[in-house]
Each structure stands twice: as C-alpha cells, then as structure tokens.
C-alpha cells in the first residue's frame, strides 16, 4: 500500500478538452475561459482549490489553450494602465487571477481521456495523494466539498470521491457508485464503480461529480488501463480497481454532496448557472432580480 497519510497541497485540474458543446465559442477560445458573470470558470475552480488549502495547481492543457495560462500570470501593460488611471477596484481585481497559487501547467498531447489526462500529472505529483478538480463543475464557495474530501482523506487514508444523488433516468450521464454506510452520514464506503451505466444496471442513484482526492498508486493503475467507455481511458475505471482491492492504495469513500453545484458543461446549466450567481451577488443582485422578476412576470408574457 503506498503512504497516503501526507499533508495534500497538490491539485490537478484537466483542461484539455476541445469544448464541442459550446462551438463557434469555443473555436478560438477554450472553454474554460468561458466567463461565469465576470470570471472565467477556470478561476472558480483554482480559487476552491486554494480555498482548501491546495497551493500548487497542475493545469493539464492542450492545443489553443494558451490563453489560460496567460489569464494566470502577470499583465504588467494592464496593470499600468489601470495603475494610472487611479482604477483600483479593478487593479485589485487583474492581480487576484496571478496571485491565488502556484500554477505549473503540462500538456496532453493525445486526448485519451480523463483517465490519460490525470496520468499526465505523474511526474509532478510524485508519492503524494493529491486532487482532481473538472473545471465543468463549479461549487458553490459557501458549501466546501473539496476541504472535506481532503480531511476524510488525510483521516481514513486512501481515495475519495465526491458523489451527488441525482434521478434516476439520469445516472447513465455519469459514473456511478456501490456504497456501503459508515458512521458519518455523508460519508459512504465505495465498492464499485460503473462509468455511465444504464438505469436498470445502475447501483445506486449516487453520480460521480467533478472532485476527487486521490492515493497516488492510482497512477500504476491507470498505466495499464486499457480504453473504455468511448474509447478513452476511464479515470472511474482505475478507481474502481482502487474499491475493489484496498491493499493497492488503501479504501475509497465517497463524500455525499448535497449543496450548491452549477454544471458549467451544458450549455442551458451554463445559463442558469450565471443567472443564479448573477442574482445572490451583493454588487449585481438587487438590480438584477428587479430585472428578472419583471422579465419573468411581463415581458414573456406578451
């Protein structure tokens, strides 16, 4: 079994896909820069990251994704110029994006899959557990998921995954898991996990969602993963190796997550997800809600 009970402070967060979903945007624009109000998506996730005390962020990128790398270091012409005009609001606000972490970046020359993509972060990562962040999901700030992964992590050992209940006719959009209780009630024992199956076949209702903390011996794992659902190499199918034999890199538990999560891959969960931060933000809500609320009422109406 390979040690799992150092401090995590690494995470990894894939961002080499192609963004299909949301063409032409994404023709020249990665899809992570896509803004969330007046963020891009990719700086929710660093920012939780961080949040959770993990200061060193692997960005795993690919062709076109240049722009995410620039969005995190220094802009000095910018700077100056908001420095002139005496913009501090805004100063502060440039700044923030190049000062939340270290940021390391590697890319996925080949996209064969998350599975591929976290494999990447071998030689970075080393012997140490670390985090998986997808940048699709975004997690409210007010409801820490990933501090609690962490601490069952450095706790129990092992790996952890973040699982959410969803309907059933929807668990074949995700992986699912086979859990067993433990004495906490969010925290569940994993037995398998099924990537996508269909609802009859389908363990339980419990999705597999976008944040994992993992035992590195999953890297040896997925070296010898062979393509899966699509082709690709599965990063649940490695961690399902992981549930079904502890003595590789000790248990997997599952974090039961029942707060505020915004799909940012969907293109009408995009949408809603920047109306529904748009509407709770102190600077944008009043005037926005007024907005909507007369939109809503009226002017569909008509």
């Known amino acids: 079994m390979t040690q799992s009970n150092l401090r995590i402070s690494k995470a990894v967060i894939p961002a080499a896909g192609l963004g299909t979903r ?4 994404t023709k020249a624009t ?3 820069m896509l803004p969330v109000v007046d963020k891009p998506a990719i700086q929710y996730v660093v920012e939780e990251a961080v949040a959770a005390g ?18 995190f270091d220094r802009n000095y012409e910018l700077e100056e110029a908001l420095s002139r005009k005496g913009d501090e609001p805004r100063l502060k606000k440039v700044q923030e994006s190049s ?15 998350l599975g591929h993509a976290v494999l990447c972060a071998a030689p970075h990562v080393g012997s140490q557990p670390f985090a998986v962040l997808l940048g699709d999901d975004l997690i409210d700030p007010r409801d820490p998921l990933l501090s609690r992964m962490v601490e069952i992590q450095e706790r129990e050992g092992g790996s952890v995954v973040a699982l959410m209940e969803v309907e059933p006719a929807q668990i074949h959009q995700y992986g699912c ?3 067993v209780p433990t004495g906490e009630g969010d925290v569940v024992r994993v037995t398998e996990l099924v990537e996508k199956p269909e609802p009859a076949e389908a363990p339980s ?3 597999v ?9 999953v890297f040896a794992i997925l070296r010898e993963t062979a393509p899966g659902r699509g082709g690709e190499i599965q990063l649940t199918d490695a961690i399902a190796k992981l549930a079904a034999d502890e003595s590789i890199g000790g248990p997997v538990h599952g974090v039961v997550f029942q707060g505020r999560r915004y799909d940012t891959g969907d293109r009408g969960d995009y949408l809603r997800a920047i109306v529904r931060l748009a509407c709770e933000r102190e600077d944008l809500g009043p005037e926005f809600r007024d907005w909507l609320r007369h939109y809503v009422t009226e002017e569909m109406q008509q």
Not at 54 to 67: E, H, Q, Y
Not at 99 to 113: E, F, K
């Open 22 to 25: 949301f063409l032409p945007a």
């Open 30 to 32: 990665p899809k992570e």
């Open 54 to 71: 993990l200061s060193d962020v692997l960005m795993i990128t690919g062709r076109n994704k240049r722009p995410l790398e620039d969005h």
């Open 99 to 113: 000062d939340l972490a270290t940021m390391h970046y590697v890319r996925q020359g080949d996209p064969r899959g």
């Open 177 to 179: 898991a086979a859990v």
């Open 205 to 207: 209702n419990l999705a």
């Open 209 to 217: 969602i976008g944040r994992y903390v993992l035992d590195p011996a």
